[in-house]
């Protein structure tokens, strides 16, 4: 027998007897194809059910009758055309309510031929369900070590080398629904670190290295399975016989045409503003006519509603023909847009508010920009202009030029500011939000554009486009949510935003070196300046103090200059007194007197 | 004005796109059903003047115009090669002359009217002393001023004007002279009002006029616009009797040397010595105003 992995509660076995205990209701057979060593008989027996063991393996069939397993029989799945009637033969008339093939169909050469052989088969014996476990080959660890050149194939594990077919959820689910089965339960086998998880300390595995984690969030993203090693998923066949025309096949057809139109405008309005009859004229007029308008009329009101209907139904048929109109009767700011991306067919998605504008070559400066640039987000110019409300229905009237308070390039790190990118300036790749199932997060208040903004130009980057094509209309009064909406909620969305950017590594452009470089010498230039502007502070210091003991010492000297002078002027009295002639004579006389 | 009156659209196109003219000829027909069915609005006609040297039209594009317009009831297409360029407002008038229509609603070709234009012009022509009215532009709105209870302007813009027939005739139409375009709607509104005619801006009428900007966030303006610009604007000073006006915008742009304003120097210079500039009007000081950037007030600049 090659494979006897034990019925451990973490291995597809357990998941698949969790899965049929408390789904299938009825009691009776399981048939188990490719039963191998048979490690769900006993939990199912457990359970009431009846376990019927097949394998193609004459040894194992052996084995398990000598074991005690006395419904054990040996059958050769491949042989699609004996199929029904071996089956047939082995349950003889007995009450099928599951079927089981564990590991089972990535090792056939025809899974599509033996599925749709059981299909027919469990039809006729009316079994319900089909219980089925599979590995992954999109698993997180092949699919980084596949970017390094490598597909390690094994002695057992994902890279089985018996392994003939290999299935992602995608080709399993198609496969599946073809035949005629569809989904329902599942209780797949993960594993952060599968079989393939080695060699150690390889740049692309290792969740600890830059390159890994990055990987790693890149296939999180995609879809839930990065971690998934085996599929275990019970389908039940379905009630009406859905299976397309056609042979089932695990092929699919190259999907090499782009999607059409070329732009989805999605326009949330609440019907209230007659601003939305400015923003469909634009849009009307442009002169590349390849997009679709979903309007998304959020409101509950039926006046409201019928309005935005009415204003549509006014315009020519040709542009009739290109808006869809969408009601959302729960007032959100942020829904509405997901529900637009969920309906859009176009190649790529804009979100236009029901006041701004866009000038004539809007949709076609989108499509210049996208040109050699399949894939990355589009961004053009925008101008801000200041309108009043003007009449009974709030027309938005223009008391003001135009002003470019917007950055003319994408960049992120002045992004993360925010304001620096309308959103009616950008369109996104629709292949990307699908691919990552990037959404407006619904949870927050505000930024939530620029939010979305930065995490779809961290994947896909940003093309500029050099011309004005939109106009953000600024209402002096206090209509837009700038102005209604406290600055630190604004702040602390900024900060999340920053915060889940700073979650993982982020992939910058080409060009970003140099960036950096100039940041760095810029930084290095300031740092030297501070550095200059200390010293030279020092130095003023030194040279304050010594100005001061100066004009101290220069003090106490002028006190002392000024007592010199006065003890001089002092003396010098007293000399002229003493000097004076007539003292001199008076001295001399009274003296002459006294000797007389 | 008559209870249903009836309309003639025209379009005077030069060698434009045809997927431009189609454009307008398809909001003209939704306003013109909007117009119809509101109950504003009687027979129509769509008349489009070709000042290109050669049919710049083909028949396919003219016959999509011409059902796009007829599916409107009492309506009909017609379409003019002029053979030569008359200019805008010469083939205005060319096309208004062969009109017995009430109203004429003054269409470039590069204009997508909201389906609700019409309508609301229509509404803005109530006043028996009201001649015109124009649209207010999007995405580029002009800033001229407009009384907000009246809508009385200084003048009304030819790129979305609705006028009623008669004071059309009555002022002798466009002055071709203001060839080939610029300012001839200007002169046209001041002759009304010195004829004791009310021009109205109607804010609610929406017209998409296609404007670009340029890198510092202006309107962008072709070195033909600053040419034909600068001419209209001498033309304009000459008519109104502003020769001070003419005097110091010639010695301004003598000494500017912007080669398009020099181009339009020497064409006034020209016409002047061949006696080919617009009539002198006396005493039309109270309607002129050639003192502001944009011939009157204005709600901000540009």
Redo the contacts between chains.
Sequence with gaps: MRYNFPFSPDSPYAHIVELITSNVAERGVVLDLGCGHAAIAAPLVDAGFQYVGCDADRSTVDHLRSSGLADAHLVDLTDVAALAGRLDQLIAGRRVVAVTALDVLEHLSNPDEVLTALHAWMSTCGAEYLGVSVPNVAHVDLASKLLTGRWDITPTGLLDETHLRFFTERSLTSLMSQVGFSPAAQHDLRMIFSDQAWPPDHPTQSPDSMLGRFLRTIREQSDENAEVNQFVRLYSRSVSDQRRNGKPTLAVQPQISRRTPFLSVITRTTGTRETLLDTLTCLAAQTDDDFEVLLMINSGDQNAIASVRAMVARFSDRFQQKVRCYEIPERHRVKPLNQGIEAALGRYVAVLDDDDLVLGGWVAAFRAGSEGHAGAVIRCRAADQRVVSFGPNATALASSGFTLPYRATYELASHLIGGQTPQGSVCFPMEALETFGLRFDESMEVCEDLHFLLRVASICGVVDVNSIEMIYRRWEATHSSMHTVAPEVWERAIQRVVEELDRGPLLMPAGTATRLYQAAVQERQVHLLSQGSEALLRRAETGERIWSSLSHQFAELEGAYRRLEADRDAWQQRAQVAGSPSVARRALRFGRRLLR | MAHRPALQVQIVVYENAE??VA?AV??V??AVA?AQSAGSLGRVTLSIGDSSPTQSLTQSCLDSAQREIERAPDSQFRYCHFGENLGSGGGSNALAASSTTDLLWILNPDT?????ALVHLIDALGAVDVAAADA?Q??V?H?KGFD?LTGDAAWVSGACMLIKAEPFRMVGGFDAQFFPMYCDDVDLSWRLRLAGWRVVHQ??A???H?????????PAASDFEHESGMLSRLFLARRYNRQDVVDSTLSWVDSSGEPAHRRAAIEYRRRLAIGELPEVLHDAAAVADLNSDYYGPS????
């Design positions: 997927t431009e454009r398809e909001a027909a939704a909007e997508y009217p909201a389906p609700t207010r999007l995405p709105e800033p907000h804010p609610f929406v017209v998409y296609n404007k670009r900007l340029d890198q510092a966030g202006l709600r901000f600049h540009y």
